[in-house]
């Protein structure tokens, strides 16, 4: 069968080649592709800067946000053909590490996890894979056209979780929510924003495109000056950027008792001047928290397909603003202006 391959740690080596077909020691049920969305990661990965493949293998299949159909599965599981269902990106390391043995591999101690299209896994980006009836989430049929939104979705599921957690530290009835990024992390963390009844706010730099209005008729404020110059003293942030100079203003713009979340990943070697004696001074005496999250356990799938599930589909649906055939899959990575999520359809 066909996949969308690379060869780790060498730039440019993205084809797609023939690969045998999954076994059952890939799990026991098999998945039809539907479509893989795209993402910074995926790029990274292309260009050699990271990913690791399957031992043994001297190629990676790419593809972690991912939406298939089941085509077989077994007797007694929850599951039946024709059921949509994403595959769950990460898995435990073999050991496992406390976390891992808790469910919680998202949380690793060890990292020795596994992760599907990026470190020592095949991804989804092929014609059929398997998984064992763990290592998947049934979704909704009515989000066929969007489901591949989950998994970037769970990113934002679980900064949500740990934001409500951290606030139980002491009293906590957040009003108004600071987005920095309208990209589809950001723009699904406004989403969530808004299902919980708060102010949300978001910042990017387009001015045109879809963005402005996604946030728009989300019911959120669209803001294309900077969250310092906006004046807005949120109790919660979510950076979803990695732009170093953007998440320094995340992390003091903040108002009493503020909890940021760090979502974005930045590239390294530039610096960015900063005041730390301000930061600590304006962090200890504002009760401020600060903290980064990566990745998801299943709770979190299981809380993204429910906020999917609750969202106006035909506002999903513009998130994904292009579609591109598998045979064409060269055209999915050239980047145009007014892309906010690319999805390759199988």
């Known amino acids: 069968m066909l996949a969308l391959t690379i060869t780790p740690g060498v730039a440019d080596s993205l084809e797609v080649r023939e690969v045998p077909a999954p076994t059952r020691d890939e799990g026991e049920v098999l998945v039809d592709a539907l479509s893989v969305g795209l993402c910074g990661t995926d790029v990274e990965i292309i260009a050699g800067e990271f990913g690791a493949a399957p031992p043994g293998q001297d190629y990676l299949v790419l593809g972690h946000e991912n939406l298939g159909r089941v085509a077989e599965a077994p007797a007694g599981s929850d599951l039946v053909a024709g059921d949509l269902v994403v595959g769950i990106v990460r898995r435990p390391d073999p050991v496992p590490c406390g976390a891992c043995a808790a469910g919680e591999w998202d949380m690793c101690l060890n990292g020795r996890y596994s992760e599907h299209g990026i470190k020592e896994l095949d991804g989804f980006a092929r ?24 998994e970037p979705a769970t990113v934002v599921a679980k900064a949500w979780e740990q934001i409500e957690r951290i606030g139980q530290r002491a009293y906590f009835e957040p009003m ?109 005496l504002q009760n401020e928290v600060i903290f980064g999250t ?53």
């Open 294 to 346: 990566v990745n998801a356990n299943k709770r979190h799938y299981t809380a993204a397909g429910e906020a999917l599930a609750a969202a106006d589909t035909s506002w999903l649906e513009r998130l994904i603003t292009r579609r591109v055939s598998i045979d064409n899959f060269r055209d999915a990575f050239d980047q145009q202006d007014d892309d906010v999520k690319v999805v390759l359809d199988f």
């Open 127 to 150: 014609q059929q894979w398997r998984a064992d009836p763990d290592a998947l989430v049934k979704l909704d049929p009515g989000l066929e056209r969007v489901g591949v939104l989950l």
């Open 176 to 284: 108004t929510v600071a987005v920095t990024g309208a990209g589809p992390v950001g723009l699904l963390a406004a989403l969530i924003g808004i299902q919980r009844g708060l102010e949300v706010h978001v910042y990017d730099v387009l001015t045109e495109g879809p963005k402005p209005a996604l946030v728009r008729d989300l019911g959120a404020t669209y803001h294309t000056d900077s969250l310092q110059d906006s004046q807005v003293r949120p109790d919660v942030i979510i950076e979803c950027t990695g732009v170093a100079p953007v998440i320094l203003e995340a992390i003091t713009g903040g108002g009493l008792n503020a909890i940021t979340c760090l979502t974005g990943i930045s590239g390294v070697g530039r610096k960015t001047p900063i005041d730390l004696g301000d930061l600590n001074r304006t962090a200890v």
